[in-house]
């Protein structure tokens, strides 16, 4: 093995270890000799999951209060590391907490951050971390120079989550040192945007919607087909700038990543922001009225047309076969 | 309220983006323009400072060879001036070195609260600000979807993975806000001439005082072991809807026995 120690940030999603925590520990298991989990509030719940993807042990900073998590993870990790007790390498999943805490935790401990991570190897006595790049047609391979440990933000859906038949971890408190101003920031109250049917990162099949819909209206096409499909909706970055649909919709490179059995981008040119979060999709259907669109150039099967046509008559279809 | 905003210029991404073969990194010739993801900042900072009846937007920027281009676009906004840090040896700094030296900058302006952009449209990082913000001790909100300040506290809507939080945090603090916060305004022609004549600051890294040691490529902690082309994906079929087009869809869904 490379490495002797790893931390894996464990995000948390409605009390257990979010996914793209699970990728990590799944892959940190088979790159390090121990691998560590830390997290924030009740580590008890998420003990049993952390423990058979990998970790011995989950070491959490405590209840937070309505604190956010950057500040006293970072604060908590940088202290271990300051006295030595660090370890080799930090796995952080690219989240919002996540992206919060390797940025905080970079600064405090003087060590550069790498992002955007789709693969890690072993290679010269250290880690290599692989980044999609242009879209995803080229890919940068990096590593870190200075001393460790280094920090490695990881996209989601960049590895497989697999348990181990192993207990579940140990849980430890690690000590949040005074954050002074840095932890100012309060959560007042938290909003969920839900829609029906399954969850946009875990569907079969995922519709998406962007600009060439014309305008908010035709989101519904989107809505319709995904129903019909039994699968999610989807968005362009565009379209949610522009408020047609919220966030909680948008898929690419600053929302979700998606690895649907079918993604169908409908009037999406293929920004090189969109296509990060949806070109691992084991099968992808493009309609777009421009056949020099970049979408094209991924599509299983594209459609040069207008979705105002081909959309209605899509749905009809469905809706005819019950 | 004194604001201080982030922004980077940025070659056109209109335009297709290069590494030099040699440093790896990405090549920043040709003329430079504001990141778009910049303007909103920029906006939400004038509007912020307009509604606090006084004060004013400072830019505050790192760019090779004292290029202004994309700044004069935000002074055109309505900034009132500009830090810009221009120093042959920034070339190759990492997110971190940045931070460094634009954290140094911000202090000068001294400003109630920094906004900043979640990530460039170019490098996409996206851990700058908080960089930034644990070096001056700020607390920090990222992600932010509306903002808004009254009796020196900033209340924020920071998106989550369900939906969003309200999140509350006293000034001097530091926000990163997402495209479509606010609607970026056009540059009047009134604002573009007054543009030309607002002060920009060009500071040195030595000027900062920060150590060359910590900034460009001798700086950076990490180095690209390589650059490859990705495998490709196998390209499909393309067909013009003639009015078929949605049995062409069905027939590839049951195919897949999707339906």
């Keep these: 093995m490379a490495l002797n120690k790893i931390w894996v940030v464990v995000d948390r999603a409605n009390d257990k270890v979010a996914p793209a925590s699970l990728e990590l520990l799944t892959k940190a298991r088979e790159l390090a000799g121990t691998v560590e989990a830390i997290t924030w509030g009740d580590a008890a719940a998420l003990a049993a999951d952390a423990g058979s993807h990998g970790a011995t042990t989950i070491h959490t900073v405590g209840d937070l209060g309505s604190g956010l998590p950057g500040p006293a993870v970072a604060a908590a990790m940088a202290a271990q590391i300051a006295a030595g007790s660090g370890p080799d390498a930090v796995f952080v999943p690219q989240s919002y907490d996540g992206r919060d805490i390797a940025g905080r935790l970079s600064a405090k401990t003087d060590r550069p951050v790498l992002t955007n991570i789709v693969g890690l190897e072993e290679g010269d006595g250290g880690l290599i971390s692989e980044h999609a790049i242009f879209g995803g047609t080229e890919v940068l391979k990096a590593r870190f120079t200075g001393s460790a440990p280094g920090i490695f933000v990881v996209r989601a859906k960049s590895f497989a989550a697999e348990p181990a038949a192993a207990g579940p971890a140990a849980v430890a408190t690690m000590e949040v040192p005074e954050l002074g101003t840095s932890g100012g920031a309060i959560v007042l109250s938290s909003h969920v945007e839900e829609s029906e049917g399954p969850k946009l990162d875990e569907a079969a099949v995922v519709v998406s919607g962007g600009r060439g819909l014309g305008e908010a209206g035709g989101y519904k096409l989107i809505e319709d087909l995904a129903k019909l499909l039994k699968g999610a909706a989807g968005a362009s970055r565009a379209i949610v700038d522009a408020g047609w649909v919220p966030y909680s919709h948008q898929v690419g490179q600053t929302g979700k990543t998606v690895k649907p059995t079918v993604y169908i981008a409908c009037g999406i040119s293929g920004a090189t922001q969109h296509m990060v979060g949806m070109k691992n999709s084991k099968n992808i259907i493009a309609i777009n009225k421009d056949q020099e669109a970049p979408i094209f150039s991924i599509a299983d099967l594209g459609i040069v047309g207008d979705v105002h046509k081909v959309l209605p008559k899509l749905i009809e279809a469905l809706q005819q076969r019950g | ?259």
Excluded: W
């Design chain 2, 1 to 259: 309220m004194n604001v201080v905003v982030c922004v980077k210029q940025i070659p056109d991404p209109a335009a297709p983006g290069k590494l030099d073969p040699s440093t790896k990194t990405l090549t920043r010739e040709g003329k430079l323009i504001l990141d778009e993801s910049d303007s909103y900042g920029v906006e939400m900072g004038l509007q912020l400072a307009e509604q606090a009846g006084g004060g004013e937007v400072t830019l505050v920027s790192m760019a090779p060879n004292g290029e202004t281009s994309g700044l004069r676009t935000a002074l055109a906004m309505g900034a009132a001036k500009a830090i810009l840090v221009s120093d042959p040896s920034l070339a190759g700094s990492d997110a971190l070195g940045t931070a460094k030296v634009l954290a140094a900058a911000i202090k000068r302006a001294q400003p109630d609260l920094v906004i900043a952009a979640t990530e460039s449209t170019d490098g996409y990082t996206g851990t700058l600000p908080v960089q930034v913000a644990e070096i001056l001790g700020l607390p920090s909100v990222t992600f932010s979807k509306k903002v808004t300040v009254s009796e020196g506290k900033v209340h924020v809507e920071r998106q989550t993975e369900a939906g969003y939080d309200e999140v509350e945090v006293a000034l001097p603090a530091l926000i990163t806000v997402t495209a479509g916060v606010v609607e970026p305004r056009y540059p009047s022609f009134k604002g573009i001439m007054a543009a030309k004549g607002k002060p920009v600051d060009e500071v040195t890294v030595a000027d900062l005082g920060v150590a060359a040691s910590a900034v460009g490529s001798a700086g950076a902690g990490q180095e690209v072991v390589s650059v490859q082309p990705a495998e490709a994906r196998q390209g499909g079929e393309i067909v013009v809807d003639e009015g078929d087009g949605h049995e062409k869809i069905v027939a590839f869904l049951e195919q897949l026995k999707v339906i």
